[in-house]
């Protein structure tokens, strides 16, 4: 990874009927994409079709949901779906 700064990110996927979308943080773009596919979601394979938004605060999520029930933002890992703090070997 070539930077050690974590950026939070939120990630929408190309479905609207899909899920809300996916928190994570982590050191780039490929890193978040790493960690949510390791977390046994899927992304498409053109991952030019999802809109990604770097530095995201939790007041800028519109979805309340994802406020109430997301996990740490501040450590390396996914924050929405909540699973568990970590990212896991």
Do not use: C, N
């Not at 929408?12 to 979601?41: C, K, M, N, Q």
């Not at 079709?49 to 800028?60: D, H, M, N, Q």
């Not at 519109?62 to 029930?69: A, L, S």
Request: glycine share 12%; hydrophobic share 40%.
């Amino acid at each position: 990874m070539s930077d050690s700064t974590l950026t939070a990110f939120w990630i929408d996927g190309p479905d609207p009927r899909g899920a809300l979308g996916y928190g994570v943080t982590a050191f780039s773009v490929a890193d978040a994409f790493e960690i949510v596919e390791r977390a046994g979601y899927h992304l498409p394979g053109d991952k030019s079709t999802l809109r990604i938004r770097a530095g995201v605060k939790p007041a800028e999520i519109e979805h309340e949901h994802v406020r109430q029930h997301m996990g740490p933002i501040v450590v390396r890992g996914l924050w929405y779906p909540f699973i568990q703090i970590g990212v896991g070997a």
